[in-house]
T-cell receptor, first 115, second 115 residues
Framework: NAGVTQTPKFRILKIGQSMTLQCTQD?????MYWYRQDPGMGLKLIYY???????DKGEVPNGYNVSRSTTEDFPLRLELAAPSQTSVYFC??????????????FGPGTRLTVT | AQSVTQLDSQVPVFEEAPVELRCNYS??????LFWYVQYPNQGLQLLLK??????LVKGINGFEAEFNKSQTSFHLRKPSVHISDTAEYFC?????????????FGAGTRLFVKA
């Protein structure tokens, strides 16, 4: 199993550009998540999905969009990039509602700089 | 609403010394508790979790944590650290009723093990 994979690893965007961060998991997990990590701030949840076709906002959704057309893929779209979106982005997945499956599996991250 | 406070942002320690990383949480409902570790330039991975039962939880790499309900704490300990334990450690809580997708992460504690 590859687990959770993310592309690209690094990206520099100009203000106002758009891009999609890709996330794929091969563990057949129902739940998927997008977080951003800023220094000293821990992880903030951007969006999450409980299954194909179902997504919902997390704590910091503004400026982002997601879709979940398959169980495996959960891309994150940045429209009109702003310097405040400079961050490290992590995709994660977990199995479902059984407590023993609450553990989240993380991808390696995408480091995004907006200048 | 839940919150997680990691009381130390950085902990320097000498190799083979014991270490404790402190985590307090607040919640109006019952929670599950987690510690994750993030090695440089990697995603987070689960170190250990408390779901129920014994309040002393053992995890990977010789780490353990103790759940103290009265003090709402979940401190992480290791009796003898190695250079390879240098990483950032995150405490996290999940409301037991939300299927794990409302996990709140602390700001992180950077453990630096010196030779």
């Amino acid at each position: 199993n590859a687990g959770v994979t993310q592309t690209p690893k690094f990206r520099i965007l100009k203000i106002g550009q758009s891009m999609t961060l890709q996330c794929t998991q091969d563990m057949n997990h129902n739940y998927m998540y997008w977080y951003r990590q800023d220094p000293g701030m821990g992880l903030k949840l951007i969006y999450y999905s409980v299954g194909a076709g179902i997504t919902d906002k997390g704590e910091v959704p503004n400026g982002y969009n997601v879709s979940r057309s398959t169980t495996e893929d959960f891309p994150l779209r940045l429209e009109l990039a702003a310097p405040s979106q400079t961050s490290v982005y992590f995709c994660a997945s977990s199995h479902g509602t059984v407590p023993s499956s609450y553990e989240q599996y993380f991808g390696p991250g995408t480091r995004l700089t907006v200048t | 609403a839940q919150s997680v406070t990691q009381l130390d942002s950085q902990v320097p320690v000498f190799e083979e010394a014991p270490v404790e990383l402190r985590c307090n949480y607040s919640s109006s409902v019952s929670v599950y508790l987690f510690w994750y570790v993030q090695y440089p330039n990697q995603g987070l991975q689960l170190l250990l979790k408390y779901l129920s039962g014994s309040t002393l939880v053992k995890g990977i790499n010789g780490f353990e944590a103790e759940f103290n309900k009265s003090q709402t704490s979940f401190h992480l300990r290791k009796p003898s650290v190695h250079i390879s334990d240098t990483a950032e450690y995150f405490c996290a809580v999940s409301d037991i009723n939300t299927g794990g997708f409302k996990t709140i992460f602390g700001a992180g504690t950077r453990l630096f093990v010196k030779a």
